[in-house]
């Protein structure tokens, strides 16, 4: 059974999925993020392209502080306050578009929502208690994430019998906790974390299987942009160059009834989504 609201509203923000598939912007605000490490770290710049994704179409701007890269290392608190928090101040000013804060540290969390965050994006799906107490207690929507181990470990021989179903009943499993937390069942988005502790293969089978998380119930954000997948399968070592191909991603994503792709270039992977959309949406 799929989740079919077509508009999920709450305090601080607004989707609509009445057309389909969504836009994610991703900005990092880090020195060491695989596909822009560095390109943003200046607060001005960060805050100026944030501005232009909004323009661009982004429905929601997803900020981070903290790379999550295979092999990154871990980013104190205080940094990535230092990092988002006047980020997130000033895009919140000037655009309507949701922000989203890409976390598992409660404390970043919840400053980033005191700044004007209105969602929150957990690679961990909540493993700590307190990030499920705070999107219940604020009441904004969290993206429940997969990941086999953790970014310093995560692409050393990941191993499933059977990843979708793995990846999935793990996800339902979070989204339920999520649940009994008092987080709405439609401010749930569960995301099989591609790339996140899975080999192409892994990748691959899972994009071949979204019609079962689709089918879960919950709507699903799915992150493809630019990763290394992509770049083995077409030969591009550049993740800049892979724009094409995290085009053909995002197409099977939108077809399939993907609700948000999460994307670093937002301009293009926009009008991919809108023909998609409406292919998708033609009568016949």
Not at 48 to 70: C, F, N, Q, V
Request: hydrophobic share 45%; net charge neutral.
């Amino acid at each position: 059974m799929t989740n079919n609201a077509k508009i999920v509203e709450w305090p601080r923000g607004r989707l609509d999925f009445s057309a389909g598939c969504v836009v994610m912007g991703v900005l990092n605000v880090t020195p060491d993020s695989f596909s822009d490490g560095g390109k943003f770290l200046d607060s001005n710049k960060a805050i100026e392209h944030g501005l232009k994704m909004a323009a661009d179409g982004a429905a929601i701007i997803d900020i981070g502080g903290e790379s999550t890269r295979p092999g990154s290392a871990s980013v104190s608190t205080e940094e990535q306050i230092r990092r988002v928090v006047p980020v997130i101040e000033a895009i919140a000013k000037k655009v309507g578009v949701p922000i989203s804060i890409d976390t598992h540290n409660y404390e970043v969390a919840k400053a980033a929502i005191d700044a004007g965050a209105a969602m929150i994006n957990d690679i961990t799906a909540l493993s700590d208690k307190r990030m499920a107490e705070l999107a219940a207690e604020r009441s904004v929507p969290v993206v429940l994430m997969h990941i086999q181990g953790t970014p310093a470990t995560m692409q050393i021989e990941p191993k499933y019998k059977d990843v979708v179903g793995e990846v999935l009943l793990f996800l339902l499993e979070r989204a339920k906790l999520a649940e009994q937390f008092g987080i709405a069942k439609n401010m749930i988005f569960i995301d099989p974390g591609i790339g996140f502790g899975k080999t192409t293969e892994h990748n691959l089978l899972l994009l071949r299987g979204l019609d079962r998380f689709v089918d879960s119930g919950y709507r699903i954000c799915i992150g493809t942009s630019r990763k290394s997948f992509i770049g083995k399968i077409i030969g591009k070592e550049k993740p800049a160059e892979r724009i094409f191909g995290t085009a053909a991603t995002v197409t099977l994503c939108a077809e399939a009834g993907v609700s948000i792709v999460r994307v670093h270039d937002v301009a293009e992977m926009v009008d991919v989504v809108k023909i998609t959309n409406a292919v998708k949406n033609m009568k016949v």
